[in-house]
């Protein structure tokens, strides 16, 4: 088994280690590729990658709309596409029925990414966070600001467990990714204040965020998911613990 993965970041990284488990034979393009030196992959320039493909690759294509690719040519029997939930616009209350917003450049992006002779899954996450990255690290710079608008989030290792599946599956169509819990921007502040015993920030009413609440249930049913952080209370100690090596 063969996977291609287009941007190896911080979700690309994870699904990286989960089909070398696997046994697989896993590619990783990059604008960098000496940025993935010791993960086991076979790190190439987008330059290179034809030349290193075989009919029947599955690919994850993670790149943002403003570094896309050129997928012409591609040799791929499966694609699964990391949009995002900026896709649904202004809709404050999102699930797998929810129109987007056509003029979105990620909607573009997704068409394009579907366009080629390879099944095609879309998955649209909410707020990624886990190590490293995510309310809790903001909070630790100072730079997090509150509101009472509701964000959606998934883990990272939950994300690469629905990349995974879905590589893995012949599922198609787009549908959004979240976990169980929508929170304010405040009430996660407050949590996160409180784990790390530092101060709750200030409340910022002129900030412009997004308001939205995302059910990723259809998602998790089609694929047979089982999260394995439902909550950012499981998920941000759980973070904190591995970015300490507990």
């Not at 129109?99 to 099944?119: C, K």
């Not at 169509?173 to 996660?188: F, K, L, N, Q």
Request: aromatic share 6%; hydrophobic share 45%.
């Amino acid at each position: 088994m063969d996977l291609l993965i287009l941007g190896c970041g911080y979700t690309g990284e994870r699904v990286a280690r989960r089909f070398l488990a696997l046994g697989a034979r896993v590619i990783a393009a990059s604008r960098q590729p000496e940025r993935l030196a010791g993960l086991g992959v076979e790190a190439v320039r987008f330059d290179d990658v034809a030349a290193r493909l075989k009919p029947g690759t599955l690919v994850l294509h993670s790149i943002p709309p403003v570094g896309d690719v050129d997928l012409r040519g591609l040799r791929a029997a499966r694609l699964v596409y990391l949009s995002s939930t900026n896709v649904y616009g202004a809709a404050t209350v999102v699930d797998e029925n929810t129109p987007v917003d056509p003029a979105h450049e990620r909607v573009a992006a997704e068409r394009r990414a579907a366009a080629g002779s390879w099944s095609t899954l879309v998955l649209r996450p909410a707020a990624i966070y886990g190590p490293g990255r995510g309310v809790h690290k903001r909070l630790e710079r100072g730079e997090y600001r509150m509101s009472d608008n509701f964000v959606s989030r998934i883990h990272v290792d939950d994300l690469a467990a629905h990349v995974e599946a879905g590589l893995l599956s012949d599922l198609t169509g787009a549908y959004p990714v979240a976990d169980e819990e929508p929170s304010t921007a405040r009430e996660i502040a407050v949590f996160c204040a409180e784990l790390l015993g530092l101060p709750v920030p200030a409340a910022d009413s002129g900030r412009v965020t997004s308001n939205r609440r995302v059910d990723g249930s259809a998602i998790r049913r089609a694929l047979g998911i089982t999260l394995a952080y439902p909550s950012y209370r499981t998920g941000i100690p759980a973070a904190i613990q591995a970015e300490h090596g507990l």
